[in-house]
């Protein structure tokens, strides 16, 4: 084989890996960003299919919290960005370690986050809906609502026993949609 003609394929064979490998990093973070999409709007969804317990303080609105990527939390502010529930605005906040839990309506721990189990209690017992990756929040046994994520489709699974001890009444419209854990 000539030497040119080596060459030639050398750089077409180096500039075919190199397209495949950006367009193969493309489309994953373009899936990426197709799930933090559908958990963003399942997300605001649960407002309406799930009722909270009776609120100890008025309340002026619904907070959000979340242990995320800012990725994911700019995708739910952007569905809940002028939408009220019951009337009250709907707030999307981070949730850092220094933050309490106190006000937090909804709270969403993105992948395998690391949460102390006692803000995961505090949360449990001050009536805030806990939603997670499946796996990783209900290992500790006190997930509620959990994301199964394969491939492009997000799946839902509901613990019902542990949203009822927390005093949460769920519609039967969501539950005919998911996968029911007990």
């Not at 958990?39 to 407002?47: A, E, Q, R």
């Not at 919290?65 to 709907?90: H, R, T």
């Not at 990756?133 to 997000?154: H, P, Q, W």
């Amino acid at each position: 084989m000539p030497v040119f003609l080596f060459r030639h394929m050398s750089l077409f064979r180096s500039v075919f890996i190199s397209v495949w490998l950006i367009s193969s990093a493309s489309l994953a973070l373009a899936d990426d960003n197709v799930i933090d999409k559908i958990k963003s709007v399942y997300i605001y969804n649960f407002l309406s299919f799930i009722q909270w317990p009776e609120p100890k303080v008025p309340m002026t609105e619904y907070q959000l919290c979340m242990i995320a990527d800012q990725e994911i939390i700019q995708k739910l502010k952007s569905v809940v960005v002028g939408e009220l529930m019951n009337g009250l605005p709907i707030i999307v906040t981070l949730l850092s370690d220094n933050n309490l839990i106190t006000g937090c309506h909804l709270l969403y721990i993105q992948g395998n986050r690391e949460v102390s189990s006692v803000l995961l209690r505090e949360a449990f017992q001050s009536g805030t809906l806990l939603i997670g990756d499946a796996k990783s929040l209900n290992s500790k046994g006190l997930g509620m609502v959990g994301f199964e994520t394969r491939g492009r489709k997000v799946r839902v699974a509901v613990n019902l026993t542990r949203l009822k001890e927390a005093g949460f009444k769920v519609s039967s419209k969501l539950l005919r949609v998911v996968r029911i854990v007990r």
